[in-house]
Every structure is written in C-alpha cells, then in structure tokens.
C-alpha cells in the first residue's frame, strides 16, 4: 500500500484531501452548533450553477463556483436579518434555483458532459497540481482565519446575546463565518463533489459532538475523523476501484454511526 | 439601608429613552441615573419595558429617542464592555448539546477579545475566584448542559465577574427558582455589593423580591413610574397600586 503513495496523482489527491478535511471539520463543528448545517447543501448547489457558468463562459468554473458560493452566502445571511426570512427557507430557494440555473446553462452550453458530472460527483483521484496549491492555500486562509476569531466565535455560538453584550460584533462576524463555509463548501467539492460535499462537511463533526466533552476534544476529534474519512476513502477507492466521494462520505457515516452508539451504550 | 451618596460617581445615564416595536412605545421617556454601589431593582409588569431597557442599556438596541450614557461615554463611544456585566433570563438559550465545561464557559468572558488561545495563569484565577464568588467551584469540569437551571444561571454569573465587571445586570436572575435558592442568591449579590463594591442592577416583575437587600427601585410601565430609595417606594402609591393589581408576591420573613 505505500506504493501507492509513490503514484503522483495519488500524493495530490492526498494532499488536496487532507488539507480540505480539516477546513471542512472546523466549518462543521460552527455550523452544527449554529443549526446551520443545511447551508452547505445550499452553498453546494449554488457552486453548481457557477461551474456550469463557468464552463459556460470558458472561465475557471471553480473561481465562478467560489465567486457565486460567497455572493449566495451573503445574500442568505443578508435576508435572514433584513427580510425575517428564515434560514431553511432561504436555503431551500437558492439550492433550487442555483441548481436550475446550473441545469440551464449547462443545456445551453452542451456542457452535460464528462467536465460536467466531474464536478458533481468529485474527480479527486484526478486533481491537477495547480488545484492542489490553490486548495491548500485557501484552506490556510480558512484555517488561519478561524483560529484567529476561535474564541469570539464560540462565545457567539453559544451565546448570542451575551457575546453582542460584551462587545464582540457578532454580525460583522456572522458575515465572516458566512464567508468561510462558502470557500470551504468550494473547496470540498473538489474532493467529494457537488452533491456530498455537504456530507463532508456535516458528518464528521457531527461523529466528533457525540462524545466531546469539551469545545476543543470537539474540534481535534472531528478533524481527526474528517482526515482519516478522506484519507481512507480514497485508499479504498484506489484498492478496489470505487468512486473516491462515496467512499469517504459512507466512511465518515461509519465513524458517526460507531459513535453515536457509543455514546447511547455510555448514557 | 442608605449608602453614602458623596462616594458614589455616576455609572449610567438613562436620558429620555423611548423605544418602539412597531406597535407602539413600549419605552417612553425613560430618565434616570444608576450609581456606583447601587443595588437598584427594576420593577414593573410583564411587557413595561425592562428588559427593553437593559437592552438598550447593553448596546443590544437603539432607542428612537433620547440616549444612553456609560461612564461619561454614549454607547457608541463605550468600548469598555468587560466593566458590564451581563446576565440574560434563564429562557433565552443555553444548547444542552454544546460541548462545554463551566470553566470554559466562565473562561469564554475572558477570551473572547483575545486571539489566540493561552490563558495566563491570572486569568485562571479569576476564574477560579469567579466561581468560588458563586459557589460553583467544584462543577467546574461539569458540562453546563448537565446542570440545573439555577446552577447555570449561577455560572453565568460567573462568566460576567471574571471580568471583574463594576456592574452586573441580572435579567429576572431568581423566576421559577424556590425560595431558599432565592434566598441565597440575593445573600450571595448582596455579598458582591457590600465587599465588592459592585453596583446590581436586576429585574424583576415579582414586586415583593424587592427585599432587604435592594437600596433603589425603578419603577417601569411604560413610562417610568418611581425612581428612588427602596424604603420609600415601600411607603409609596405607586407600591399600594402595584399590590392592589394583584402583582406577584414573593415574601421573605427574617
């Protein structure tokens, strides 16, 4: 098996990979505790109209896809505190209409093709280097930019109220947070694809919260799982001819479903 | 129970506040000063406008009308935010799921302006000072989703005087709570006024808990209706009123 770490594809597919499991980890711990985790659905949808816009137009469909995540991201948010729209419901429109708007320019550009359904369904066994250092480099900003505002954004997500009270600017920060899931939704679709990506995000975080017992246990256990979903998919995925996404996302499930049973075998 | 007025400097200053939901004013003209070393209740009727107020108070709304002034400062001035200490109604929140200890989350008080993660070993007594203060030391490993209600609110209290705050607001801090843990409690902030110096400032719609401990009262009703000692409201119309409406009372015999 360490012959397969001689293969480049396959040290680029793990390097993109690692990096984006732990983008996506942090993101989720925030985004379950907010009782946000459908954004990354919606996010994920939304990156489809982009790149098939960007197909459409010739242009880096994952610029365009990262382009129109954030715009979406901050409209979302935008209406949540302006309109009272509530966050599913905003969630639901843009999901559907982002990917009616991918379907529609996709047809137009007879770009239903193999570009196409590999950004659906994930190609990270097929990832280019410059994908590579694009991704590890905005997972750094990702990173770097959540452990810098760590401690503002637990407080914020525990306490809303309180955290405003004492002085941090929870809706400046709101819109950061809204950002950040937007670049990392665009980043793990590289990895899993379109339509998982939200798994990806999601799943092992929410295995990490059934047994932490504290914020950061919560952070390192879920990143840990995260890391060893993706790493392990594409082993899998290699070793026995499965698709990458699939595999890292019923392997994270598997970590999720240990765990919760765990945790219930514990009470 | 009269403390010394010299000694006392103006902390807040309340100017003609009228704020409104849409369906009209729920605060109108609201006027008054909170000192240092007061131990002030704000009374009034479920829907008066207290809690309004604490909010405008906090930053956490805009009044349409008049302003707010904290130490000399108007809320968009303030920055100094540590020196209020907030402690919201039990209702709002607390996500029995978060992953978090008592410790983490009187510590996040602390945390919250800085960047990256070490505390200092000061810090970590004030936290550990912080929950001595309320009796919650030895649940400091404890997950706060664990505890009971009043336990948490406890902690709470905590988080907001590890900032070693020179006012605490407390939103109906006791509602639901029996009456000896209420009784402990007002001992306990009552404590924290006398040898802390730290001015209380609670609300509250049970007229009656405006009990020994409690220097000043403000009345709310939209308006506000009384502002002054606590003895003389007890000698007051408005007080006689507030009873003959049937609002709720909670007794203490000493």
New interface residues.
Partial sequence: MEALFLYGFFQRAFLAGFFIAIACALLGIFLI?RRDAMIGHGLAHVAFAGVALGLFLNVMPLAMALFMAVVASWIIMKLKVKAGLHGDTAIAIFSSVGFALGILLATLSQSFNVDLFSYLFGEILAIETSEVVFSIVLTFVVVLLV??????F??M????????????KVDRLDGLLTVLTAVTVVLGMKVVGILLVSALVVIPAAAG?QV????K??IVLSTCISITSVVLGLVLAFLLDLPASSSIVLLSFLAFGILFVFRRARG | MDFVAAEQELLIEIQKVTYSYGYGDVLKDVSFPINSKDFLAIIGPNGSGKTTLLKIILGLLKPRLGKVKIMGKTIEEFADWKKIGYVPQKATHIDSLFPVSVKEVVAMGIQSSRRFQRRTREEDSCISRALQQVGMEEYKSRRIGNLSAGQQQRVFIARALANHPKILMLDEPTTGVDAQTQEHFYDMLHRLNREEGITIVLITHEVGIINKHVAQVACLNQTLVYHGSHDEFCRSDEFKRMLADGHHLVSHHH
């Fill in positions: 505790l452990v810098v505002n760590y401690h503002k637990m407080y997500t525990f306490d809303r109220e309180s955290a405003k009270a004492s002085g941090i919260l932490a017992s504290s914020f246990q919560a």
